[in-house]
């Protein structure tokens, strides 16, 4: 499908089509609270996007900054999904920051290998009411 066979697409519409979100009910109800913005503004889910646009989404913990490649209506693999948008270099930067320092601060959160006995429960009990 290319650029001329499809003349306007809505934002929600095309965050679907990307894979960004499992239904058109999500993408709709993440624009309307404002989680998603198209080319820096806040907009509303029947936007018409062009190819050349910027979406800032969120994707899991991080915020990822897309500009638009092709403009679809019809939700297809993920690699053609894929194929849809080029992610900034920025964004890209600023994900991998923000997962070495998830992976950082995992390695410093301890997790006992099995449940407290029960003198080891009291002890904890004793240090929490002091």
Known sequence: MSDSDVKAVRLDKWLWAARFFKTRGLARTAIQAGKVTYNGQRSKPAKIVEVGGHIVTPRGYDRMEVEIVTVSEQRRSATEAQALY????????KRAENAEARKLNSLYNPHPDKRPDKKQRRELIHFKNQ
């Open 86 to 93: 080029r992610e900034t270099s920025e964004s890209e930067a």
